[in-house]
């Protein structure tokens, strides 16, 4: 299995969903998907983009032999579906909700247009957004091609230590609260479950990190 990790915690769903548009309001409505449900899939006509309201969803894609290949996992805030903006006719990836409580804001790429042209400021962050997506990608598709799998881990934690991460003020340590399952980490890393257990044990033996469901915790080791 391979994977790119997730993308930066922007709360684009404050900034960009119609129900903060008087006009758009009344038209818009949220949806909800359960555990494993599929927002669009691969080849469907790209028509609008999403944002977040709860939950997660999976971005991924199959390869040639079958192999599901997990792009992403994202969280309350997100957009996806976004290359719909520059003019993607088809998807080239599928989406599926992680959660059994996901609610999805769809926006009409025509919608998506309109605000954009009537507010300069804000098409320029969304294309600024868009290239710095694009350009994370690439950086993590090369740790991916060139890393060891401990690699990987570690330089996901140096991500989610930006997102999600706060220095605890009385022992120094990294404490990162973080939304992921080991599973979502295994699949975003590009290893399995059994294998990132085994590397998390041996940093947590070795005193690199501590860890339960919900938070890592870098120790400070200086």
């Not at 409505?29 to 999976?58: H, Q, T």
């Not at 947590?204 to 860890?211: A, G, L, N, T, Y």
Request: aromatic share 12%.
């Amino acid at each position: 299995m391979s994977a790119i990790w997730f993308f930066e915690d922007a709360n684009l769903f404050k900034v960009l969903c119609p129900h903060k548009f008087k006009k758009y309001k009344k038209d818009h409505d949220f949806d909800a998907y359960k555990k494993s449900d599929y927002i669009y899939f691969e080849k469907d006509s790209a028509n609008k983009v999403y944002l977040i309201e709860k939950g997660k969803v999976k971005i991924g894609y199959y390869s040639e032999d079958g192999n599901e290949v997990v792009k992403a996992i994202l969280t309350r805030g997100e957009l996806f579906g976004e290359k719909a903006i520059l003019g993607e006719d088809r998807r080239t990836e599928f989406a599926q909700s992680v959660d059994n409580t996901t609610s999805i804001c769809p926006i009409g790429v025509q919608t998506m247009h309109d605000l954009m042209r009537d507010n300069q400021t804000f098409s320029l962050k969304i294309y600024k957004f868009i290239g710095m997506r694009f350009k994370r990608l690439e950086r993590r598709l090369q740790l991916l091609l060139f890393k060891d799998t401990k690699t990987r881990l570690l330089e996901f934690f140096d991500e989610l230590k930006e997102d999600f991460g706060y220095c605890c003020p009385n022992t120094g340590d990294t404490v990162i609260l973080h939304p992921y399952t080991q599973r979502d980490i295994a699949n975003l890393i590009g290893t399995s479950r059994p294998t990132l257990n085994i590397i998390m044990n041996e940093l947590k033996e070795s005193k690199q990190i501590d860890f339960n469901r919900k938070e890592i915790r870098l120790k400070n080791v200086a």
